[in-house]
């Protein structure tokens, strides 16, 4: 059987199963399982932007301007309340927004700076240079934390406080090669280690190469897009024609699959313009990079390394994330994550307890605040990328 057979009968199987139906960590966990045995460089050399093709069109990132505005940055420091000598690990530490306001705000404080992407760890070690001893940069996943950790003689228990900025970076929405964006246009990558691994699949295999009903399958778990089926058909007819390689090409796709007056009628939940393909473009971003997998391995990490009486602070920017953290934090098994659709079982637990923050905390952790924490109108304002971003903090118990 070929590989592409064996990752379509994995998502056909989630389809088969209507408890499964609309996990989204088990359609990554399928995929993640069979595509150790693919040759992802041949499937690249026809679909692909391909991983020569990446590394020539790399550009180095400026330095000048901000690469990327923190988000909730008073807030973050307020909960983390750092004190001097403490040691906080930033888990993502993109720009380096959120470590530098630590290292000018906390004296005497050492970030541990970590990121998936080679890119913000050379801004990492920039920082380092700049602050002798203050800063540690470290290159991994959150799944993998525990090598480059083990590196620096960080034991379990003994981090003070640690912070989670989830999703991707300005600095790599912005750069068209990186193929995050749907406004600029360029390789249909949209891999935030991709530099790291080569043969990591992504997003143009995955739109050349699953079926029509895998690819639904990711447009349902992953962007909550209701007109999954009818734009996964589109693409697949799309590619019978051309591979689908860039970001643009993808849009037009998608927005080709709606009549002209649905396409721009989109908005986004704060009422305001949105391109028909932003859930299309998040649903295979989320799938490329395993970010749910990723954001629950993050948690569990930060659980064992905060010492008791120790801080964390997670900020992500859509549902699927936020119910994650806010189920993490409330003690939940979230293998079971794998039994019920997220959206079905969410609405449930929120008719049963009100706004859904009502039940305070498990044995490990103690919420902070009992309602998530939202971005203040002047940071909206400032920084409108920051709109959708919640924040939740809790203490090590
Ligand atoms: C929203 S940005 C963080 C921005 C940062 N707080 C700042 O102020 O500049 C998220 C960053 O997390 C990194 N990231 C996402 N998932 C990751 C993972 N599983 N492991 C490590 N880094 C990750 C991304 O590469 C990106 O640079």
């Known amino acids: 059987m070929s590989w592409c057979a064996t990752i379509n009968e994995g998502i056909m199987f989630v389809h088969s199963k209507p408890m499964l139906r609309k996990s989204s960590l088990t359609v990554w ?44 940055l008073k807030e973050v420091l307020h909960y983390l309340d750092l004190q001097p000598g403490q040691v906080v690990l930033d888990m ?27 890119t913000a760890y050379s801004l990492a070690r920039q920082l380092a240079k700049e602050h002798p001893g203050r800063v540690k940069p470290l290159l991994g996943r959150f799944s993998e934390l525990e090598v480059p950790l083990s590196n620096v003689n960080i034991q379990p228990g003994s981090i ?121 473009f998040q649903a295979l971003r989320i799938f490329v990079n395993d970010e749910l997998n990723e954001l629950l391995a993050g948690l569990r990490a930060a659980r064992t390394l905060l010492r008791p009486g120790g801080r964390l602070c997670v900020i992500t920017f859509h549902s699927l994330e936020d119910r994650l953290v806010k189920r993490f934090l409330k003690g939940e098994d979230l293998s079971k994550l794998d039994h019920f659709s997220p959206r079905k079982e969410s609405k449930r637990r929120e008719e049963k307890v009100g706004d859904g923050e009502g039940d305070g905390g498990s044995a490990d952790w103690l919420p902070l605040r009992r309602k998530v924490i939202t971005p203040e109108k002047d940071d909206v304002n400032e920084n409108p990328r920051g709109r959708s971003a919640k924040l939740r903090a809790a203490l090590r118990c």
């Open 160 to 280: 003070d406080a640690v912070l989670v900025d989830a999703g991707c970076s300005s600095m790599q929405m912005d750069q068209a090669e990186r193929g995050f964006s749907l406004s600029r246009d360029g390789p249909l990558d949209m891999r935030m280690d991709g530099a790291r691994y080569l043969d990591m699949p992504c997003a143009a295999d995955v739109v050349n190469t699953l079926d029509q009903q895998a690819l639904a399958s990711i447009l349902t778990a992953y962007g909550e897009e209701r007109c999954a089926r009818k734009i996964a058909s589109a693409i697949v007819k799309a590619r019978r024609v051309n591979p689908i390689t860039r970001t643009q090409q993808l849009a037009s796709v998608v927005a080709g699959s709606f009549p002209a007056a649905v396409a721009t009628a989109r908005t986004d939940r704060l009422h305001r313009p949105a391109h028909v393909a932003t859930k299309t």
């Open 29 to 72: 966990r399928l995929w993640r399982s069979w595509k150790l045995s693919l040759n992802w460089s041949a499937v690249r050399a026809s679909s692909g932007p391909g991983a020569s093709d990446r590394s020539e069109e790399m550009s180095p990132v400026s330095t000048e301007k901000p690469p990327h505005i923190p988000v909730m």
């Open 92 to 118: 993502t530490f993109g720009g380096g927004g959120h470590s530098k306001a630590i290292l000018n705000t906390a004296p005497e404080v050492t970030v541990l700076a970590l990121d998936r992407d080679p």
